[in-house]
C-alpha cells in the first residue's frame, strides 16, 4: 500500500517555476482553466481580518492537504483555503480506496495522512509557493496578482484531551507563526530576488473545530473556549446534519430526494448535539469570543453517517456528501438563523457546485467550500465556472460588488433594510452608515436563505434520479500501455500524482534470455512489444494514497493508480513499498540507474556512456541503447535457473526513463533529476 510522502519544496519550486512556460499548465492544471478576475467586478470578502478575493475555496479534505493541493487550488480561483483537518493521532491507517464520488459522494476518510510537522510544513510550503507565483506571475493573473493572497483556516478535531495534549498545542501556537519553517525552507530558493520576498509569517488567525458525532455538548463548548481563551484564535464549529434529528433527515433522504438505499446511522443521531444545545451553545461562545476579542461563527455542515450499502469502500459505514447533503446543510441553515439571524457568522459546505455556488454566496456564507464536486472530470479546472458564474450572476443583477450581489439577488434589499431599520429602532441605539449597511447586506443574507433552502427541496438535480448513474464503463481491463486515453484520471486525482508522459510509436521484435537448470545461458525469441499511442499515464507514488478516485471515473477497469507505470520519489518510499511495482530513477556524474519492480521481482537498469544493462537476481543482459536488441548475457555469480528475463523489460524500462526525462516536459519525476533528459543518457 502507497502511503503519502510529502515532495521535497525545491523538487514543487521547480516545477512552478518551469511548467507554465513549458506545456501551458500548472501541476497539471490547463492554464486556460486558472481563474482571472474581470476587473470591473470586486468579489473580494473580510475574512478574519484579511481580504479575500473570492469567498470560494476547498472544504478541509483531499484538496488542502499537500502543498501541490494548495497550489492547485489557488490557481483555480480559490481565496479562502480551508485546510486538511488534523489531530493528535498522525499515524492513521485510511482505508484503501477511501472516496467514492462515482454518484453523489461517499468517503471513508476523516482526517490528516502525515505527521503533525509534516502536515504543517506542507501548509507553509503551498503558501510560499503562491506567494512566489504571485510575484512571478507565469500564469497571467495580472495586476489580480497582487490582491490574490489566500487566507488560511486551519481545521482540527476531535477531543479536548487531544488538543490540550503538547503535541497539539505546539502545532497550534506555531501555526499563527510560521517564521521558522519559512525559514527553514528558504535555501532551497535558489533565485536571491524569491528567496528575499516577505512571505508572511502569520498563517491562520482562525481554527474551524470538526468533533467526532456523539461529541458531548460540554466538551464542544470546552474545546471552543481553550482555543479562544487559550490559543487565542477565531473559532468555527462545525456542525452535523444530524441536528435536523433523524426522522427529518430521513424524510428528506427518502421522501423529498428520493435515496431510498441510504440508512443514516441511528447511532450518530442518539449521541449527537441537539437544536436546543446547539443554540444555547451559540449564544455562550459568541458572548465569550467577543469578551476577548475574538470572533465565533458556526459552519454548515458536516457530513452524514450512513450505512455502507454499496461495498465498494472497506468500512461498515460511510460518510455522505454532495447533492443529498446540500439539502440537509441548507435546512440546518434555515433552523439556525431562525434562532439567531444574522448575528453568528455562517461558513458553508456540502455540495456546492457551479450550480448553487451563486445561491451559496448571496447567503452571505463565508467561506463557501466545496470538495466533491472537485473529485469529479475536470478537478480543480471546474472551480473556475463557479467564479464565471458568480461574476455572470453579479453583471445579471447590476452588482459590482459581493455585498450588491447579496442585497440584488433575490431582490430582499428593500426588506432588508426595513428589518434592520425596525430592529435598530427597538434597541435604541446610534448605528453609523457603514454599519448599518453592512447590517443589512447581513438581513438580506438571512433572507436570501429562506429563499434558497425552499428552492432546493423541490429541486430535482439533487434528487436520486440525477444522481444515480455512475460513470460508463466499457468492459476491458487496463494494462501498462495503451489505454483508452481518455485523460480523466489526471484532473480527479486530488494530489496530481496521475500524470502524462510523450512516448514514441514503437513496435520491435524482441528476444529473452532462458536459464535451464543447469545455469546454461540461450537467447530465444521473445514475441513483439508495441507502443499505439504517444502519450501514456503515470502515476507518482509518493503523492498517491490509493484514494481509489481515479478508478472510480476510468472507463476501464483495474485502476489506473493500480495498472500504470508507477514512479517513486526516493529509494526509502520504493523500498517502503514492497508490494507494490514500479521504478525509482538515480542520476550520478557517469549516468543513470533505474531500480525497480516488475512482478514482484527487484531488477535494475544501468544506462551509462552509451550503455545499457539490465539485470535481475539471476541474468546480466547487455543491450543496444537504440535498437534494444541484446548484445551480451552473463549469469550473475552463484545463480542457477530455470529463469527468463524477457527483452521486453528493457524495453519497458528505457520507456519510463525517456518519457519521464523528456526535455519537453516538467514532471514529478524530472524535477527530480533537473537537467537529466533521456538524450544525456543515450538515444
Given amino acids: 500500500m502507497a502511503e503519502l510522502r510529502p515532495i521535497p519544496f525545491e523538487q514543487l519550486l521547480a516545477r512552478i517555476l518551469v511548467e507554465p512556460a513549458r506545456q501551458q499548465s500548472l501541476f497539471d492544471l490547463p492554464l486556460r482553466k486558472i481563474w482571472r478576475p474581470r476587473p470591473d467586478l470586486d468579489l473580494s470578502v473580510d475574512v478574519h481580518g484579511h481580504t479575500a478575493q473570492s469567498p470560494i475555496g476547498p472544504a478541509a479534505g483531499p484538496h488542502a492537504q499537500l502543498a501541490q493541493n494548495i497550489v492547485l487550488a489557488w490557481a483555480a480561483g480559490s481565496r479562502v483555503i480551508e485546510l486538511k483537518t488534523v489531530q493528535v493521532l498522525d499515524e492513521l491507517k485510511i ?123 460540554e466538551e464542544i463548548e470546552a474545546i471552543a473556549r481553550y482555543l479562544i481563551d487559550e490559543i487565542g484564535v477565531d473559532v468555527i464549529v462545525k456542525l452535523n446534519p444530524t441536528l435536523l434529528g433523524y426522522d427529518e433527515v430521513l424524510y428528506l433522504l427518502h421522501d423529498r430526494m428520493g435515496y431510498h438505499e441510504l440508512s443514516p446511522r441511528r447511532s450518530a443521531f442518539d449521541g ?11 449564544h455562550r461562545l459568541t458572548e465569550a469570543a467577543a469578551a476577548r476579542g475574538r470572533s465565533f461563527g458556526v459552519k454548515m ?70 470538495c466533491t464536486d472537485l473529485l469529479r472530470p475536470g478537478g480543480y479546472g471546474r472551480l473556475g465556472k463557479y467564479l464565471d458564474n458568480l461574476e455572470e450572476a453579479m453583471v445579471a443583477c447590476g452588482a459590482r460588488t459581493r455585498d450588491e450581489l447579496i442585497l440584488n439577488r433575490f431582490g430582499k434589499a428593500a426588506e432588508a433594510r426595513r428589518l434592520v431599520a425596525g430592529e435598530v429602532e427597538e434597541q435604541g441605539v446610534t448605528v453609523d452608515e457603514g454599519e448599518l449597511q453592512a447590517r443589512v447586506v447581513r438581513m438580506a443574507g438571512v433572507l436570501n436563505s429562506h429563499e434558497v433552502t425552499a428552492r432546493v427541496t423541490g429541486d430535482p438535480r439533487y434528487a436520486a434520479g440525477k444522481n444515480g448513474k455512475p460513470p460508463r464503463k466499457v468492459g476491458s481491463m487496463l494494462v501498462l500501455l495503451d489505454c483508452l486515453s481518455c485523460d480523466k484520471c489526471v484532473p480527479v486525482c486530488p494530489n496530481d500524482a496521475m500524470f502524462a508522459i510523450e512516448t514514441p510509436l514503437e513496435e520491435l521484435h524482441y528476444e529473452d534470455v532462458v536459464v535451464d537448470e543447469a545455469g546454461v545461458l540461450a537467447r530465444v525469441p521473445g514475441g513483439s512489444w508495441t507502443v499505439k499511442k504517444a502519450q501514456q499515464w503515470a502515476n507518482f507514488a509518493d503523492a498517491c494514497n490509493e484514494c481509489g478516485n481515479c478508478d472510480v471515473f476510468c472507463p476501464e477497469d483495474g485502476g489506473p493508480y493500480v495498472m500504470k507505470a508507477r514512479y517513486f520519489g526516493s529509494r526509502a518510499s520504493f523500498d517502503a513499498s514492497p508490494g507494490l511495482d514500479g521504478a525509482w530513477l538515480e542520476g550520478d556524474a557517469d549516468g543513470l540507474r533505474v531500480v525497480a519492480r516488475v512482478g514482484g521481482r527487484p531488477c535494475r537498469l544501468e544506462l551509462r556512456g552509451g550503455r545499457a544493462v539490465v539485470e535481475d537476481d539471476i541474468v546480466r543482459v547487455h543491450h543496444d541503447v537504440t535498437s534494444g536488441a541484446i548484445v551480451s548475457a552473463e549469469l550473475r555469480a552463484g545463480a542457477r535457473g530455470p529463469h527468463k528475463l524477457s527483452g521486453a523489460l528493457f524495453l519497458t524500462l528505457r520507456m519510463l526513463v525517456r518519457g519521464a526525462l523528456d526535455p519537453s516536459r516538467v514532471n514529478p519525476v524530472s524535477a527530480a533529476l533537473p537537467g537529466r533528459a533521456w538524450p544525456s543518457v543515450g538515444a
Avoid at 482505508?95 to 459522494?105: E, F, H, L, S
Avoid at 449527537?272 to 451559540?282: H, M, P, Q, V, Y
Fill in 95 to 217: 482505508p484503501r480506496p477511501c472516496i467514492d464520488a462515482a454518484t453523489v459522494g461517499y468517503n471513508v476518510e476523516w482526517s490528516q495522512e502525515l505527521k503533525l510537522a509534516d502536515s504543517l510544513r506542507e501548509y507553509v510550503a503551498g503558501w510560499m509557493l503562491v506567494r512566489i507565483l504571485r510575484e512571478l506571475d507565469p500564469i497571467g493573473l495580472g495586476a489580480a496578482a497582487a490582491a490574490a493572497e489566500p487566507v488560511f483556516e486551519l481545521s482540527v478535531g476531535y477531543d479536548l484531551e487531544g488538543l490540550q495534549s503538547a503535541q497539539m498545542r505546539n502545532y497550534l501556537m506555531q501555526a499563527q507563526n510560521v517564521a521558522s519553517i519559512i525559514d527553514e525552507l528558504r535555501p532551497a530558493i535558489a533565485d536571491r530576488r524569491l528567496r528575499d520576498l516577505d512571505f508572511r509569517p502569520e498563517l491562520v488567525k482562525c481554527v474551524t473545530l470538526s468533533t467526532f458525532h456523539g461529541c458531548p455538548p
Fill in 272 to 282: 449527537d448535539l441537539k437544536w436546543t444545545e446547539a443554540i444555547a451553545l451559540g
Fill in 301 to 370: 455542515t458536516n457530513t452524514l453517517v450512513v450505512e455502507n450499502h454499496k461495498k465498494w469502500l472497506p468500512s461498515e459505514e460511510m460518510y455522505l456528501s454532495g447533492p443529498p447533503l446540500h439539502v440537509l446543510a441548507m435546512h440546518c441553515v434555515e433552523r439556525w438563523r431562525a434562532a439567531f439571524g444574522a448575528v453568528v457568522p455562517l461558513s458553508f459546505s456540502g455540495g456546492i457546485d457551479q450550480h448553487n455556488v451563486v445561491d451559496a454566496v448571496a447567503c452571505d456564507f463565508v467561506p463557501v467550500t466545496t
